[in-house]
């Protein structure tokens, strides 16, 4: 139902509820016209983004100021298992000891941190974003432009700019492992190889060049889109959900139906979407430990 006061409160349709839920904090309400906007600054993403890395961090630090020889808890003994199962993970893609010490830790680090963003995706729907507009209020501005949206990894520039951070990472791998002049010899030469042929080899070059160009975006792309994709469609989901009790009409059997479905439905997306955060979580870090894996392999 809270979905239904909402959109009475500020006499919105649904289209218009859904939409405005959809739309960011930026200052001025405007939307992004293209992949790239440096015109746009969602602050609500960044801000819920520091904030969960600042508690993730922090949930880590105390469990390993916790952590002691004898036996322990609950919450250390669950970090140490994730701590165990990343490290695997790691030892099982990247077989460098001296790449591992920096990589696992990063690794756990994009678990724990994509979890809890994708996981603000529980908190009701219109919680936060009614005490933002009471504070809006409060602050003498318009309610109606107090925009926000709580789930970074549903905002695709907070996706690809990991994904992107990813990239770099593997840049980096590739130059540390092969040498700059042993990788850019593998940009011309592989995947096709090469020939003693100059004119032939030239050809190669540029289609060799090309794909690994290909290959590199390809993996950004689908590295950022997957994460940004699933936790959009979950979150649009949830609004559908919560629009399903905005219907009832009073005590008659289409909206006994739909309120039922709104329960019923709520409560199966909601168990079905704590896999759905977990499960993207670590695919997210694998996909890391995949791709990172990849730059110390020579074709």
């Known amino acids: 139902m809270a979905a239904e006061n909402e959109a009475a409160q500020h006499g919105m349709s649904a289209g218009e509820y859904i939409s405005h839920h959809l739309t960011y904090f930026n200052g001025t309400g405007g939307k992004q016209q293209a992949l790239i906007d440096w015109g746009v600054i969602n602050y609500d993403t960044l801000f819920f983004s520091v904030v969960l890395a600042v508690l993730g961090g922090f949930v880590l630090w105390l469990a390993a100021r916790r952590a002691t020889a004898a036996t322990p808890g609950r919450f250390v003994g669950a970090i140490e298992m994730l701590i165990e199962m990343v490290a695997d ?61 709580a789930v970074p990894t549903a905002d695709i520039n907070a996706t690809m700019g990991m994904a992107l951070t990813v990239l770099l990472i593997c840049l980096y791998y590739n130059v540390k492992i092969k040498g700059l002049g042993g990788w850019a010899h593998e940009l011309v030469s592989a995947p096709f190889g090469t020939s003693r042929n100059p004119l032939f080899a030239l050809l190669l070059g540029f289609v060799n060049l090309a794909m690994q160009l290909i290959e590199f975006c390809a993996k950004t792309l689908s590295h950022g889109m997957r994460l940004f994709g699933n936790m959009f469609a979950g979150e649009l989901i949830f609004m559908l959900i919560a629009l399903m009790g905005a219907t009832w009409t009073g005590l008659n059997a289409p909206s006994v139906f739909m309120w039922l479905g709104h329960i019923v439905a709520g409560f199966a997306w909601a168990v079905f979407h704590i896999l759905v955060v977990t499960l993207q979580a670590f695919i997210f870090m694998m996909l890391t430990l995949v791709y990172v894996g990849q730059a110390h392999e020579g074709h």
């Open 89 to 149: 993970q790691a030892k099982g893609l990247i077989h460098s000891a001296e790449s591992r010490r920096f990589v696992a830790p990063l690794a756990l680090t994009i678990f724990v941190w994509v979890f809890l963003m994708n996981a603000m995706d529980f908190l009701p729907l219109d919680l936060l974003p009614n005490l933002w507009a009471g504070a809006y209020a409060a602050a003498g501005h318009d309610p109606h432009h107090a925009y926000l949206r």
